[in-house]
């Protein structure tokens, strides 16, 4: 065997990240031993169906791969912040931005927003839990031994070095020759396909679980968000299964899709990648609107203003963003015509978005508005969001991209979308519910100080891009001499991301801060909110909710409070729970297993593997445990409890 | 659990309805696979290369076949969904078992036919043509496979446990699924065998 493959060479930052990842493993290793907490941690959350536990899990991960990728972005502004840095070579700083972007958009901001959606929408729509309970273990632990994957690329054999679109002949096996597109094709292919379960499971959860009463235009608008976002998962992850599979086949097996002899065509790679791609920016961002409008009509103490048009702007986003794909690669030769096309359906989409920004504003005009931190955050989003909207519109131009066209000023416009529209959104929705999971909120004025260091410094990080770019400065551009003049700007990028890391550090800071200090909440409605989640205790018991509440209107816990409308109408009856288990945890590692032989090429493993998959769906299909029930006596007590109650 | 009487076995429980109906959505997401993959066969079915076309490779005889074992299939899986609604657990698992036996027949045509293929010269490496072909009738293939055993899995199931509101959700949603992969294959036998011929 050729161990050589293994190895990545000479650069001390990877001997680093190596010492640092073996010491981190040896230390979590020793520490669960010596606490004796291999058990807890095998039976409570390892081999968890409750859909809040794997909710929490999402976002603890998420937030673990918002430091690997903001840890690549440092890298990357040092690198650039003065004319010809010495810090990173042009191979590292290809794997680093490949791996910034690829992070970023699959491992951190969609696994947040499903984070937060494994948590809240059960509740909002007063369920006990979602569809189908162990799916959902398994969609999650696929993400996570995807994310691991692509992680340890990073010390294993070399990272994906060709961009997140890796885009074809430069992600071939003869352009890209070390291992890292399999690595890129591998990890994408398992966590993807948990994301595709995940979306059945919330359509079929949202569709047919919600408690008696609640009609689909009475959902909550996250819960609506999140409905649409997953029907755009179910048609959109396909194509990328597809497209993944078809550039593992070029890799490893020698087949003709994307070369550039034999019939292959590279171009058929850069359709696929984004007719995925395209609409997998809506689906983190759709869930941030849902976010958005919960907070702001909470903290503006208003109904949502025009609640059905924000449904009817979500859903022609959502079709839209099938029919734009092209715009990505105006400049690649696909004639006037086809550029026009795209072009228009583009800028089509600012329409139902401008909808939706006037709507929020309505929301806010004569509310009783409190700043919260998670209103701030969402107040923020607005003008930032609509730079990052306009600029977009300047991009949709086909004959106008032709000058930005990769050029720095398309990474400020989408980090202006995105930052905003993914990344705010999720530490505002992070703080709105953190009381709802744990019973305590995050402190206010070290999370307004977190906001305003983010907020700030991510207008001074991002701002000089757009004018670098209008001055030339391509994208992955790794270093640049003095006469370009891209030097002051790049440096003022530069400081600003340092403010970002200072702005995420005292966020972290927070909540080690407020699980010591901040009183604990004793109602479970701290923000005296307006939806279902805030109707049962904090933390949340196994069950949500004792009694399914009877749903008549639109905020129903709101009408609840306001109207004296009683939520709870039945009595508290046994309550059927399903038993956990340890198979997708291992079917996840299998995965991984199969997953890293592939990448070298192992094939005896790697068969083995396949089958270990197909021996766990097995034990999986035979298993007859049809779960628990918690007798009506215990869940009295505990709601007693919860009430603070002696029993 | 609850069990609705009024309703056939397999939709019986809240549960069983949920899975029913997220396997609809769940072939919403295989037929965006399959349009997709049929999508890249139509885009590379002329860049043949150096390599043979269609019409040099195709040959009707076994694919004739294939079709006709996999139409039979369909309708004994079809003939063993109603056996179960009639309680027949003989007759069902029978015609359970034949189609199983049906798609064996399938796959042994199918991958007799790769390798006469690949002895002729037409490998998944010689054109993008044949990769498209071949991945698009191997993600096919694969499916039938996986359905052979997972086919199995519940026929044992069934002798176990007799048709119970389980088993019978999980014959029935097997049942969907099996119709699928024979619509799959019309189209596959239309466009890909028909046209290549013509
Ligand atoms: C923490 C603050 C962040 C900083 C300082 C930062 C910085 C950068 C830089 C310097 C690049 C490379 C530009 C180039 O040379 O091409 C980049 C690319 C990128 N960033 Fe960020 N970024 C941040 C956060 C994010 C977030 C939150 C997302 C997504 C949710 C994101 C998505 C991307 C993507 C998709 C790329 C393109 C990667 C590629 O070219 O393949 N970034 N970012
Ligand atoms: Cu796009």
Redesign the interface.
Known sequence: MDWDKFKVHGEPLIYGAMASIVLATIGIIVGLTYFKKWGYLWREWLTTVDHKRIGIMYILAALLMLFRGGVDAIMMKLQTAAPDMKFLDAQHYNEVFTTHGLIMILFMAMPFIIGLMNVIVPLQIGARDV??PRLNAVSFWLFFFGAMLLNISFVIGGSPDAGWSAYFPLASLEFSPTVGNNYYSLALQISGIGT?IT???F??TI???RAPGMKLMKMPMFTWSVLITNVII??????L???L??MM?DRL?????F?M?????DM?WAN?FW?WGHPEVYIVVLPAFGIYSEIIATFSKKNLYGYTSMVFSMLIISLLSFLVWAHHFYTMGQGAMVNSFFSITTMAIAVPTGVKIFNWLFTLRKGRISFTTPMLYSLAFIPIFTIGGVTGVMLAMASADYQYHNTMFLVAHFHYVLIPGAVFAVIAGFHYWFPKVFGFRLNERLGKHAFWWIVISFNVSFFPLFLLGLMGMTRRQYTYSAETGFGPLSMVSFVGAIGLVVGFVILVYNIYWSTRYEPRDTDGDPWDARTLEWATKSPIPAYNFAVVPNVKTRDAYWSAKQDKVPLFEDKITKI?MPSNTGKPFILGVIFFIAGFSLVFSLWIPAILSGVGI?IVM?AM??D?D?GFYIPAEEVIATEKKLRGETV | MKIDASKPLEYSTEENSNKIFGFWVFLGAEIALFATLFTVYFVMVDRFASGPSGPDIFEIGPVMIETLLLLTSSFTIGLAVHAMRHGYQKAMMVFFGLTLLMGLGFLGIEIMEFVTYVHEGATLQTSGFLSSLFVLLGTHGAHVTFGFLWGAAILIQLKRQGITPATANKSFIFSLYWHFLDVVWIFIFSFVYLKGLM
Request: overall charge positive; charged content about 5%.
């Open positions: 569809a189908f595709l979306g059945v499971n359509i079929v569709l047919k679980m179910v048609f959109a992850f396909p194509v299964t597809v497209a599979a078809l086949f097996f020698g087949s003709q899709f070369t002899a034999n019939g292959g065509m058929l696929l007719v059927h197909l097995a299909s035979f007859r049809h």
